[in-house]
């Protein structure tokens, strides 16, 4: 036992110091976290002095949130935490950031070259560096950094992140305008960050580039939907707003063929999924501000739904149901339709009626834009009636680029479970 006495007193010592310095950073590391005002920061330096970690938050409180600063002493700490730990990329970053918040402007770059070189395949280290390039006004090698940035942004290869390619593309319009040609330099070939540009670009009132953008990643947009959802939803958007609805029916119909719903289109019916046979896409998507498909927003006192039971062809039809008194208007079911200015149109549909009276339910076809600037109605008939066709021929005015059809009902439509079944919507342009 004696011989082995000194062994033992040596590992409860080792055990001893050991959990000291576990407790003493654990100490260090809650003063960092919980702990206000510099004297935290001092004292979790004093119980854990080589904790880089702890070194470079008291050296980031000194620069950013000392009232006053204490540049100096901040930017002290952090080389004392890089120079401690050279192979550590973080503390490099974070001392490029210092001397350039302290305007040592060759010092930083050297710190962000340093912290790239160490981790040459991480996004957060070209990030950096390009920012401070273009900080600096060296446009080419910011241009050059943001691209290598967003090509790493992705989980794989080839996938840049959407939100990295947002961000670096507002960067470079803060700085540089609009640029196009900047902006094609930063963005990375893979289709994510094409679509992310020509949202970003049709967002930002260069409609016709974000178009350009779109047409070429098409054919390889089926593989890549759905990380590009969140893109072409925008670009709809802004499409739309823009009163492009040509353009915005053209990017639908790629939209709808890339989720495998090509089914749903019509070479020469204006109107999509005229005969309610498939549910509108809004169902799955309701992100989607408006588009090209039926939409049925609910209300509190009618029933607007596809009915299987009763359909004049296929299989469904829509069914509307009054079985109670309107608090308000009904003007739920609509539908979005690109049109041309001073042009005669047809609409075809069938309608079945159930104890309808009058005033009746009617369609109406408005300006897509502009509410106010025509208003054209069909009414439906009243009564009881077997599915009859109902036409209607218009004429647009000089400044429709757009058309609305809405179903809608009036609020003093008498109620006496009136039901009414529509289906087989036709819209064409006219030869009359």
Request: aromatic fraction near 10%; include cysteine.
């Amino acid at each position: 036992m004696p011989k082995r006495l000194p062994l033992l007193i040596t590992v409860i010592a080792l055990a001893w110091l050991n959990s000291n310095f576990v407790i003493k950073n654990l100490i260090a590391t809650s003063l960092i976290a919980y702990g206000e005002g510099v004297a935290s920061r001092d004292l979790a330096v004093t119980y854990a002095p080589h904790n880089q970690t702890v070194r470079a938050a008291r050296g980031k409180y000194l620069l950013y949130r000392a009232d006053p600063p204490q540049p100096a002493e901040g930017i002290a700490e952090l080389e004392g935490a890089a120079n401690a730990s050279p192979f550590d990329y973080r503390y490099w970053l974070e001392l490029g950031r210092a001397y350039e918040t302290n305007n040592q402007t060759a010092q930083a770059e050297q710190a962000f070259s340093r912290a790239q070189s160490l981790a040459p395949r991480y996004f957060e280290t070209h990030w950096a560096l390009a920012n401070f390039y273009l900080r600096s006004g060296r446009t080419d090698q910011a241009l050059r950094t943001f691209r290598q940035a967003l090509e790493l942004s992705g989980e794989t290869i080839n996938q840049t992140d959407p939100r990295a390619a947002l961000n670096a593309y507002e960067a470079i319009v803060q700085a540089l305008g609009v640029n196009l040609n900047a902006l094609r330099q930063v963005a990375p070939p893979d289709v994510r960050a094409q679509a992310y540009l020509a949202k970003y670009l049709a967002e930002n009132q260069a409609l016709d580039p974000a178009l350009e953008t779109w047409r070429t990643l098409e054919p390889n947009l089926t593989a890549n939907i759905q990380s590009c959802r969140p893109a072409i939803f925008g670009l709809l958007a802004a499409t739309q707003a823009a009163g492009r609805f040509t353009d915005a029916r053209s990017v639908w119909q790629s939209f709808l063929r890339a989720e495998g719903r090509a089914a749903e289109l019509s070479n020469d019916n204006l109107l999509s999924n005229a005969s309610f046979e498939h549910a509108p896409i809004f169902e799955d998507f309701p992100d989607l501000a408006d588009g090209f498909d039926w939409r049925l927003r609910p209300h509190a006192e009618v029933q607007a739904r596809r009915d299987d039971l009763l359909a004049h062809s296929g299989r469904c039809a829509l069914h509307l149901s009054f079985a109670a008194r309107m608090k308000s208007e009904f003007e739920h079911v609509s539908q979005l339709v690109s049109a041309g200015p001073q042009q005669i149109y047809r609409l075809c549909y069938f309608v079945k009626t159930s104890r309808v009276s009058d005033p009746a339910p009617f369609i109406e076809i408005t300006d897509a834009q502009q509410l106010g600037l025509f208003s054209i109605r069909s009414a439906l008939p009243t009564g009881t009636n077997d599915w009859r066709e109902q036409t209607l021929v218009f004429t647009t005015p000089a400044d429709t680029r757009g058309l609305r059809l809405t179903i809608r009902a009036p609020q003093t439509l008498a109620v006496n479970n009136a039901e009414v079944w529509l289906d087989d919507f036709r819209l064409e342009v006219s030869s009359n």
